[in-house]
């Protein structure tokens, strides 16, 4: 497959904003950056930051075998997701793959952009059919988002399936990771080099616990993410997520621990939830929430509300009738839902 055919006309030959921090990356302390037109006076914050996050890629590239220049940083995965958009999709022309139910933000996006969306729904046991994914795509059809585990769904894909499509889906094919570090499966990372088509976005803000600080995580290759920097916003990643980041990219023995507590919290949750009476099924999980299809969930939800719980209630999106999701909390959070949900 040649990815460069999929790019959108105008993006081929578009020349990336030159910034003055581009210019002139070896800085030492001694020299004068004159260059900017920033305030001299220190506040920290006072210089545009590294518009390349070279450290933070550095870091990211060590923990998960890539090189910095198969990594693209940004403001979130959504920024991530819609530079995607822009570099593929041509407005009121092509169109997008996706499996419903899904996260919201790849139709959000698609409308946007003026981007058309062919919805393909998952099968009964929440995992993409192949063959029709295949014979829906056409010409125009740019992107394919795999959300794998998928959010509201819990479960991740079926690594064959996934695989398949990546051979012989004719456009990209972004698999959102966004919960793989609660997932008992492998990253698609890995597999990186095997597919010019294969583009993997990650989050800090699910297991790392910086959804604060916006930083979205795209893997890709070295081709498709210099495209994607050359069309990004120059200064997309602040200074403090920046510092932030690398901060606690530097601890992961932290963020390790609070993955396992939440993995097994998500046991427990899962067994003490299946004990109650208006709770039909408890579906597996392969993320940090849990998918439950209780028998009226539009009422559970207010009960739930009144009682000072908020959830997610997926009532309206295909194939999640009655379906309510449930964050997994701290172990008091989540004692606290067990005994209000004993109340109703
Ligand atoms: C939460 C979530 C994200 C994260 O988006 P950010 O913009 O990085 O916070 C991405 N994809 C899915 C499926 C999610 O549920």
Known sequence: MNVENLLRENIKNI???????????????????IDANENPFQTNVNRYPDPQQSKVKECLAEIKGVTTSQILLGNGSDEVLDLLFRAFCEPNQ??????????????VLADLNAVEIQSVLLDDNFEPKVEEILTTQNDNSKILFLCSPNNP????????????????????VVIDEAY????????????LNDFQNLVITQTLSKAYGLAGIRLGIC?????????????????????????????????????????????????????ELSEISFIKIVY?????FLLVEVDDANFRYSQLIKKGVVVRNRTNQPLCQNCLRFTIGTPNENKILIKILNQL
Do not use: C, H
Not at 15 to 33: G, I, L, N, P, Q
Not at 228 to 247: C, F, R, T, W
Not at 284 to 288: E, G, I, L, T, V
């Open 94 to 107: 092509d169109n997008v793959i996706t499996l419903p139910p899904t996260y919201g933000m790849y139709s």
């Open 284 to 288: 597996a999980s392969d993320a940090n």
């Open 180 to 191: 793989i570090d609660f997932s008992s499966k492998e990253s698609w990372v890995s597999r």
């Open 219 to 271: 893997y890709a290759s070295e081709f498709i993410i210099s495209i994607l920097n050359k069309i990004k916003p120059p200064y997309n990643v602040n200074q403090l997520s920046q510092d932030k980041a690398l901060e606690r990219l530097n601890d992961l023995n932290v963020v390790k621990q609070e993955i396992d507590l939440i993995l097994k919290e998500r046991e427990l949750l899962t067994s």
């Open 15 to 33: 020349k990336a904003y030159s910034s003055a921090r581009d210019e002139y990356k070896d800085a030492t302390a001694e020299m004068v950056f």
């Open 153 to 172: 769904t819990a479960n991740s894909y079926n690594s064959n399936k996934v695989e398949e499509l990546l051979k012989k889906f004719k456009g990209i």
